[in-house]
């Protein structure tokens, strides 16, 4: 059985590769008095039966939250899903009562508000379910959004901050579904890649240098991205916020709940597409995504082999590169 279903799904790998689909972007909330949602739904990934889902304010993944350092900010976090759970601001530095670790759950059809105010630097963080035995599934069926931290040394640098237009959150997951569409917790084969909950994504960005905001929302894949034909980029921000100067790479690793702020040249590039991809013929063994799990032959995970994207290079992500815009940015700060 386990043998069709992997056939299965290289054959859905294949007809979403003659495909296109737009990338979703999340919502954005902003201000001091924040409302979410969280609740069950469907969601179309394929042809095929629509798949149950979880969200934030809609049915799958959760707004982009953007938030100023400095501000006290009140969250009203209302649950109801049919399951108990949590809300965690990852990466951001507030109390424990306010962390939405395992210790601070949510009873379906309760409310949790916290406040806090937002110590952190500029950044890119992320909020997520945290409660034990749960936080993989809860996240696997969709819960899991953006949060940007703006201040006063990120807003003077000239620096693309047009949100979805040069400025473009990307949420990297892999998932495994069953053959009735149904994504299946706690798999080692996890052969769909998507962004943003979108199969075979792409996106329109103008002919200047664009921002890319990366989370890495997979449960234990890593991805080794890239550009094609090794075009070079530039990482401007990690976890913690800004770095002194750019980096430029043509390689970034990221683990699973890492983020990376990436800034890509496509000035001059009006009418070509470049794909964002994961390189993972590149990871040595013993990283989950490359060719061997583990650093001894001996090791072994139910499903891990035959998976596609392990060992071999794949597409995340096709930017297709349209006009410039009125307020490009053209050079790296």
Do not use: C
Not at 99 to 114: E, I, L, Q
């Amino acid at each position: 059985m386990k043998k069709t279903l992997l056939i299965l799904a290289g054959i859905s790998i294949f007809q979403f590769g003659l495909s296109q689909n737009s990338l979703l972007i999340p919502d954005t909330i902003t201000g001091r008095n924040i409302n979410l949602t969280l609740q069950n739904g469907t969601h179309q990934f394929m042809s095929g039966a629509i798949t149950t889902t979880m969200g934030v304010n809609g049915d799958i993944l959760a707004p982009t939250i953007i938030l100023n350092k400095g501000d006290s900010v009140n969250f009203s976090v209302l649950n109801q899903l049919a399951d108990t759970t949590t809300i965690h601001w990852h990466g951001l530095h507030v109390s424990p009562e306010n962390d939405g670790g395992p210790h601070t759950y949510m009873t379906p059809s309760s409310t949790w508000n916290p406040s806090f105010k937002v110590l952190d630097k500029a950044a890119t963080y992320w909020y997520h379910p945290h409660l034990h035995h749960k936080t993989n599934k809860h996240v696997s069926l969709g819960i899991a959004g953006l949060i940007i931290v703006r201040d006063s040394v990120e807003s003077q640098l000239s620096l693309p901050r047009t949100y979805g237009v040069d400025d473009i959150p990307v949420v990297i997951q892999t998932k495994d579904f069953d053959a009735s569409n149904q994504v299946v917790v706690h798999s080692n084969s996890d052969d769909i890649i998507m962004a943003n909950a979108t199969i075979d994504a792409e996106v329109d960005v103008p002919a200047q240098i664009i921002r890319v905001r990366l989370l890495n929302g997979s449960s234990q894949r890593a991805f080794n991205v890239g550009l094609t034909n090794n075009q070079n980029f530039y990482q401007i921000a990690s976890d913690g916020g800004l770095l002194a100067t750019p980096y430029q790479t043509t390689r970034l690793l990221l683990s699973p709940g890492e983020r990376a702020e990436i800034l890509i040249d496509f000035t001059g590039k009006n009418g070509d597409s470049v794909e964002l991809k994961s390189f993972a013929s590149e990871l040595p063994n013993g990283i989950y995504g490359a060719t061997t799990p583990g650093m001894m032959t001996a090791m072994t995970l139910n499903g891990y082999s035959p998976n596609p994207l392990n060992g071999t290079n794949f597409k995340i992500l096709k930017f297709k590169i349209k006009p410039q815009n009125s307020s490009a940015i053209t050079s790296i700060p």
